[in-house]
Structure formats: structure tokens, C-alpha cells
């Protein structure tokens, strides 16, 4: 079985701009959560959806947001692109609510 | 808020050492806790996933506890290898969200 996938794997945006980043969970997830690594914070928790409904957002600013399709991929959406929003962004599905979260590789973002 | 503190920071360690890594928490009232490792520009691995009912959970040479009165977990690697190198993160699932500590940076030495 396939893990969960996350494209592009690595990022260089300049301030400013937006960049969309994408999860496949695996087959037969629907949970899909979103967190941002940084070395200085560790791993912040930005949002959980599942069956397509957003449950749960973590304590960022509304210029992060995302959505869950109807195949239970997601995808995040970063706008007006800071310094700070330099990270790590690592996707994790379960098959169910309180599960087992099995994380994807992360795509590595870098701001200039 | 749920609070979760990993000691020790870092710790390093001959290999064939036994090992504990402890992770503790302020809210009670939880789920499920999970331990991951994970290696340096990868993603996490999930290693053990204790429930709230449970006392521990074992798998291979990996031992995790839980005391919820106390807040507290531990995960005993026995007879550990320079495989096991890595950085191990306890997290807490209270029904919101994963809430993760900083993690303990292992390294095993041969």
C-alpha cells in the first residue's frame, strides 16, 4: 500500500507571492492534517479536515488555508508569502478520527 | 492547553545500551498518545500509539508506557543500534489536534 505523498517535495518562493501544496493520504484515509516544522517552534499543528469539512485549525493567520476533495486528497494554500512561513509542511492521514497518523515526507518551503 | 516536554533534549549513548526517553504532559485528558521517529529533512515514522485505556504498547525492541494520572510516557529502546539514531517525538492527541513535543535527538554510537 502506497504511503502518503506530498508533492512538490522542496520550494523557493520569494515574500509575497502564494504556493499551493499538495497531500495524498493513503488509500482509504479520510483525516487528512496539515503541520508546519520549524526548528525554532517544532512541529504547530495548521489544520485537520475530514470528509471533505474542515474540523479543526490550529492558531495561524488567515492567510493559511485549505480543502479536502472528495478523494480525501488536500491541498494547502499559503498566500502573501513571509520570511517566517520558511518550513517544513508535513501532511498526515488516518483512516479515522483518533487514529494512527501516518506522516508523508513533507515539502520543504523556503522563502527568500 | 496541552503542554507536552521531552527530556532529555539530546542524549547519546554507546550502542548495545539499554535506553528511556521521557516525554510528559499537562492535560489528562486525552486519547491516545503516539511516539514517532523521525530522521534528519524526512517525515515521521509512527512508532508506537498508546490509548487513553492502555498501559503500554510494545513492538520489536520499543517499549512505550503511559501513566495518564501522572502525565506522563516513556519509551524504552532496548539494546539499541546506530540505526536508531534519529530524533523520537512524543505527541498527544486530545481530541483536537496532535500536540507534539520537541523531540529527544538520539545518537547511538558503535
Known amino acids: 500500500k502506497a504511503g502518503v505523498t506530498q508533492t512538490p517535495r522542496y520550494l523557493i518562493k520569494t515574500r509575497g507571492q502564494q504556493v499551493t501544496l499538495s497531500c495524498s493520504p493513503i488509500?482509504?484515509?479520510?483525516?487528512v492534517s496539515w503541520y508546519q516544522q520549524t526548528p525554532g517552534q517544532g512541529l504547530q499543528f495548521l489544520f485537520e479536515?475530514?470528509?471533505?469539512?474542515?474540523?479543526n485549525k490550529g492558531n495561524f493567520p488567515g492567510r493559511f488555508s485549505g480543502r479536502q476533495f472528495s478523494n480525501s486528497r488536500s491541498e494547502m494554500n499559503v498566500s502573501t508569502l513571509e520570511l517566517g512561513d520558511s518550513a517544513l509542511y508535513l501532511c498526515?492521514?488516518?483512516?479515522?478520527?483518533?487514529?494512527?497518523?501516518?506522516f508523508g515526507p513533507g515539502t520543504r518551503l523556503t522563502v527568500l | 492547553k496541552q503542554e507536552v516536554t521531552q527530556i532529555p533534549a539530546a542524549l547519546s549513548v554507546p550502542e548495545g545500551e539499554n535506553l528511556v526517553l521521557n516525554c510528559s504532559f499537562t492535560?489528562?485528558?486525552?486519547?491516545?498518545l503516539q511516539w514517532f521517529r523521525q530522521d534528519p529533512g524526512k517525515g515521521l515514522t509512527s512508532l508506537l500509539l498508546?490509548?487513553?485505556?492502555?498501559r503500554e504498547q510494545t513492538s520489536g525492541r520499543l517499549n512505550a508506557s503511559l501513566d495518564k494520572s501522572s502525565g506522563r510516557s516513556t519509551l524504552y529502546i532496548a539494546a539499541s543500534q546506530p540505526g536508531d539514531s534519529a530524533t523520537y517525538l512524543c505527541?498527544?492527541?486530545?481530541?483536537?489536534?496532535?500536540?507534539f513535543g520537541k523531540g529527544t535527538s538520539l545518537l547511538v554510537t558503535p
Open positions: 498526515a492521514s488516518s483512516i479515522d478520527l483518533q487514529g494512527v497518523q501516518f
Open positions: 488509500s482509504g484515509h479520510r483525516s
Open positions: 479536515y475530514f470528509s471533505e469539512t474542515q474540523r
Open positions: 492535560d489528562s485528558a486525552i486519547y491516545n
Open positions: 498508546i490509548q487513553s485505556s492502555q
Open positions: 505527541a498527544v492527541d486530545s481530541g483536537y489536534a496532535l500536540n
